[in-house]
C-alpha cells in the first residue's frame, strides 16, 4: 500500500496499491476501502500490531473485484491480515539489525563515553507529550537540587513524518553538540502505538553514528525497537529516563558523601588522638618545666651565695687595693708638692732677682714720658719734661738736646 489515501471527513480510504519485483514495479492499480471497513481493519491492526493502517505497509488483503462500464475496473478492500503485515514487520526491523551490524556501527553509540555528570540534555520530544512533561517534572523537582539545563528540539514522535522529523532534529543537535553532553529522545503515551519508525534503518544508522551518547524514553515495556538496542542506554518510559539520569548524580554524590564523612571521621579521630598527645605533651611539658624551675631555682641561689662571697672578696680586694693606691697616691702627692714647692721657690727668687727695685739697687733707672716708659729717642724731643726713677728717688728734668744713636750700618 504505497500510499493510503484517508479522507477523516468521509471517513472513505482510497489506497495506492502497488507491487514490486526486483525494486521494479509490475503491479498498480487504486482501491478503496470503505469508512466501516476502514474502521473495522484499522481497530484489528491496532490490537494485532498495535500500529494504525498507514502508508508504505506491506499488506495481505481479502477484496473484491468490480467492473462498471462508466467507471471501469473497481477494487473493494474488504479485510487486510494483520498477522502476514505483523510478519513483514518484523522482518524489516531482523533487515534493519543485520544491515547495521554487518556494517559494523550497531554498537558505536553505545561505546561513547556518558560524562560523570551528564547535566546539559537535548531532548527530542513534542511538546505537548505527556512523557515529555513527566522527565521535565521529576528531572526539574528533584529533592537533591542536582541542576539540569535541558532543552527541547520539538520533532514528530510516531506516525509517517516521525522519522524524517526526528532525523531533521537529530541533525541540528550535531551542529550544537559541543554544548550538551546527552540526547534524550522522549515519546511519552500511547503504549507501543506507532514504534514500527524506531525500526527504520535510516533513523537507527543516525543514532548508532551520532557523536553524542542517545538515550531514549519512547513509552512501552514489550517489544524493544532498533533505535532502542543501539541507543546508548534506554528505559521503558520518561520518568524512568529522569530517574537513570538523576541516578548518575547519586552515584557521584553518594561516594563523595561517604568520603566526605570517611574524611570528618579520621580527621574527628585524628584530632583527638592529636588532642590527647598534646595533652600528654604538655603535661610531661609541665612536669619537667616545673622540675627544671626547681633546679634552676637551686642553681641561681647557689650563684646568689657564690656571687655574693666573690662580691665580698672582690670588694674586700678592691678596698685593700684603694688603701694602698691612697697611701701609695697620698706618698707621690707629698713628694709632688714637695717638688713644686722647690720649683716655686726657685721661681720667686728668680722673679724677686727681676724685681725692677733691685734692679734699680744695681745702678740701672727708668725714664718716664707723661708717665710712660721711654723706650726710644724717638718718644721724646728737646724741651721734654723726663722723670728718671731710681733706686732711692725721683728725678724730674727737661731735654736740652735729642741725639740718635747710630747702628752699625749707619755708622759703617
Not at 484499522?42 to 498495535?50: R, Y
Not at 547535566?119 to 526539574?140: L, N, W
Not at 714720658?369 to 729717642?377: D, E, F, P, Q, R
Amino acid at each position: 500500500m504505497n500510499k493510503l489515501n484517508h479522507y477523516p471527513q468521509s471517513g472513505h480510504c482510497y489506497p495506492d496499491l502497488v507491487e514490486k519485483t526486483d525494486g521494479k514495479i509490475v503491479a498498480e492499480m487504486r482501491s478503496i476501502i470503505w469508512k466501516d471497513d476502514f474502521q473495522r481493519i484499522n481497530d484489528n491492526f491496532l490490537n494485532v500490531l498495535h500500529e494504525q493502517l498507514k502508508s508504505g505497509s506491506k499488506i495481505l488483503f481479502c477484496a473484491k473485484v468490480s467492473y462498471n462500464p462508466v467507471y471501469g475496473l473497481s477494487l473493494r478492500i474488504l479485510d487486510i491480515d494483520p498477522s502476514w503485515s505483523l510478519g513483514e514487520l518484523e522482518k524489516e526491523k531482523q533487515q534493519t539489525i543485520e544491515k547495521l551490524r554487518k556494517e559494523g556501527i550497531f554498537n558505536t553509540n553505545r561505546s561513547l563515553t556518558l560524562p560523570l555528570l551528564p547535566r546539559r540534555i537535548a531532548i527530542v520530544s513534542v511538546e505537548t507529550s505527556k512523557g515529555y512533561a513527566d522527565f521535565c517534572k521529576i528531572i526539574d523537582g528533584n529533592s537533591w537540587g542536582y541542576a539540569f539545563f535541558y532543552m527541547l528540539f520539538p520533532a514528530l514522535l510516531q506516525g509517517e513524518n516521525a522519522v524524517h522529523s526526528i532525523l531533521n532534529q537529530l541533525e541540528r543537535i550535531s551542529s550544537v553538540q559541543d554544548h550538551f553532553d546527552a540526547v534524550a529522545i522522549i515519546r511519552g503515551g500511547g503504549g507501543d502505538v506507532g514504534l514500527t519508525c524506531y525500526n527504520n534503518y535510516e533513523l537507527a544508522k543516525a543514532i548508532a553514528l551520532f557523536p553524542l551518547p542517545v538515550i531514549t524514553g519512547i513509552g512501552h515495556s514489550t517489544n524493544e525497537t532498533v533505535a532502542e538496542m543501539v541507543a546508548f542506554t534506554n528505559a521503558i518510559t520518561p520518568s524512568e529516563l529522569a530517574d537513570y539520569l538523576i541516578q548518575k548524580f547519586h552515584n557521584f554524590s553518594v561516594p563523595l558523601k561517604n568520603a566526605q564523612d570517611t574524611i570528618v571521621n579520621k580527621m574527628t579521630r585524628l584530632l583527638l588522638d592529636e588532642q590527647a598527645k598534646i595533652l600528654n605533651t604538655a603535661r610531661y611539658f609541665k612536669s619537667v618545666s616545673l622540675s627544671r624551675l626547681a633546679q634552676s631555682r637551686n642553681e641561681i641561689q647557689q650563684e646568689g651565695k657564690a656571687l655574693k662571697q666573690q662580691s665580698v672578696y672582690f670588694f674586700q680586694r678592691k678596698q685593700e687595693q684603694y688603701l694602698g693606691q691612697q697611701v701609695s697616691l697620698y706618698s707621690r702627692s707629698i713628694n709632688f708638692i714637695q717638688v713644686q714647692l722647690k720649683d716655686i721657690t726657685n721661681v720667686e727668687r728668680n722673679i724677686k732677682l727681676l724685681d725692677p727695685a733691685n734692679i734699680l739697687k744695681r745702678g740701672y733707672s727708668i725714664t718716664l714720658v707723661n708717665g710712660k716708659t721711654l723706650k726710644t729717642v724717638g718718644d721724646a724731643g728737646e724741651g721734654t719734661i723726663l722723670q728718671t726713677i731710681l733706686a732711692d728717688g725721683n728725678i724730674f728734668s727737661t731735654a736740652q738736646s735729642v741725639n740718635k744713636t747710630k747702628n752699625n750700618d749707619e755708622r759703617a
